[in-house]
Structures are given as structure tokens and as C-alpha cells.
């Protein structure tokens, strides 16, 4: 008999530094018709308000291969634009991280010197080991995780061109 174990890894933290307003960066995180550009290329819808919904819809690449309509779901915590949005974030990947259920993301904006922003993305995945090890990049197949989506982000705002699928 073998049983599978995985480490407890409950918050994970991502900064990157984006030579752009906290405006275009919320915007990109915030509206589909930028959201959809980078990283996996996922349209995301938010009703900004508290208690609003968050939904991520696979790309046409994905529907091919088998994945669900709606990829992410969530809710809407806290909303405080440009600079903060708290909000719960559902993977619908597979049956077994589905299980893990919702977990909190938060979203942080700050404002530097020489027009330049850090970003900051923590990801609270108490009970979730299969999603943290999805999003840290670290599972093989699921390409580069929180780090690649925010590398691909930074790269939309400052070249208007992504890295690249």
C-alpha cells in the first residue's frame, strides 16, 4: 500500500515591480479584455463589489482539451480600487482540487518612486496542498503558476505584448 503525502504549505506570497499606474495595473487584473491577454489566457469577470462574483472562463485551447466552461469561481470580499481586492478563489481543475475548496487571494497595489508599482499577490492555501502546488508553479503540467501569470502581466504593461503561450 502506498499513501500519498503532501506538505502544508498555507500562504504563498508573489511580488513583482511594474513600471505602470496602479490604474492600468487594477485594470488588467480587474476587466476581461485585459485579463484574458496574459498569462493562460483566461477571461475573468468580477462584479466589484463585496459579495460580488469572481468567475474565470477557460480559453478556447482549454474547452479543447477537455476543460470545464468555468475554470475559477469565487467571491468578492473587499474592493478598494486601485490599490486592494480580497477575494475568495475556487480552482475547478479536476475533482480532487475542486474538494479543496475556496481559498482567499489577495491583491496589493503599491505605489513607488519613478512611476514604478509593486504588485503583490498572496495566495492563503490552508487545506489545499494540490492548489498550492499548482500555483506555485511547481506541478509540471500546469505551466509556471502565479509566477508566470504576474512575469506576463508585467510584460503586457510595459511592452503591450505578452511573453507568449
Excluded at 498555507?10 to 496574459?38: C, D, L
Excluded at 462574483?53 to 474547452?63: D, K, L, T, V, W
Excluded at 479543496?100 to 518612486?113: Q, V
Aim: net charge negative.
Amino acid at each position: 500500500m502506498t499513501t500519498a503525502t503532501h506538505t502544508a504549505v498555507t500562504t504563498q506570497v508573489f511580488r513583482v515591480f511594474i513600471k505602470a499606474t496602479p490604474e492600468a495595473i487594477w485594470q488588467a487584473i480587474t476587466s476581461p479584455e485585459w485579463n484574458g491577454r496574459y498569462g493562460y489566457g483566461v477571461p475573468s469577470e468580477y462584479e466589484l463589489r463585496p459579495g460580488g462574483a469572481f468567475r474565470a472562463r477557460s480559453s478556447g485551447e482549454m474547452a479543447e482539451h477537455g476543460a470545464p466552461e468555468v475554470l475559477l469561481r469565487g467571491e468578492v470580499i473587499e474592493v478598494d480600487p486601485p490599490r486592494r481586492l480580497v477575494q475568495t478563489w475556487h480552482p475547478l481543475f479536476s475533482p480532487e482540487i475542486e474538494a479543496e475548496g475556496p481559498k482567499r487571494l489577495t491583491w496589493e497595489i503599491d505605489e513607488g518612486p519613478a512611476g514604478i508599482c509593486r504588485l503583490t499577490v498572496t495566495h492563503e492555501l490552508d487545506g489545499a496542498p494540490l492548489t498550492a502546488e499548482q500555483v506555485s508553479g511547481a506541478h509540471p503540467e500546469a505551466g509556471g503558476g502565479w509566477s508566470w501569470i504576474l512575469s506576463d502581466l508585467k510584460t503586457l504593461l510595459e511592452t503591450g505584448a505578452t511573453m507568449g503561450r
